[in-house]
């Protein structure tokens, strides 16, 4: 992931299971319950804050489609809307 701070994530514990950051899809009922699990996780983490930093910069403008799992409790199209406001306020 980067340099160190993910140790500290909850997503990486030995017990967590790495499939529920990766929902099938983000639209249908029950990827919308394994997305919402997922947020309440990444609600819990200590390193929430450095998980958006780091997403954020590795995926930069990339389209929602080329984006993939629940980071920082955002879906792809949650963080690429983020990536454009920001892109629009420096912009503005």
């Given amino acids: 992931m980067s340099d160190g701070w ?3 994530a909850l997503c990486r514990r030995e017990d967590a299971d790495p499939e529920l950051w990766f929902p099938a899809g983000y639209t249908k009922a029950p990827d919308i319950v394994q ?5 309440a996780a990444c609600g819990r983490c200590p390193v929430l804050a450095e998980c958006l930093a780091y997403v954020m ?3 930069g403008g990339q389209q929602a489609s080329g984006r993939h799992g629940v980071w920082a409790g955002l879906t792809p199209k ?3 809307e983020l ?3 920001r892109r629009k306020a420096v912009a503005a």
Avoid: K, L, Q
Wanted: glycine share 6%; proline share 0%.
């Fill in 6 to 8: 993910d140790a500290a």
């Fill in 35 to 39: 997305v919402e699990d997922a947020r």
């Fill in 83 to 85: 990536y454009r406001g």
């Fill in 57 to 59: 910069r590795s995926e």
């Fill in 78 to 80: 949650e963080r690429y």
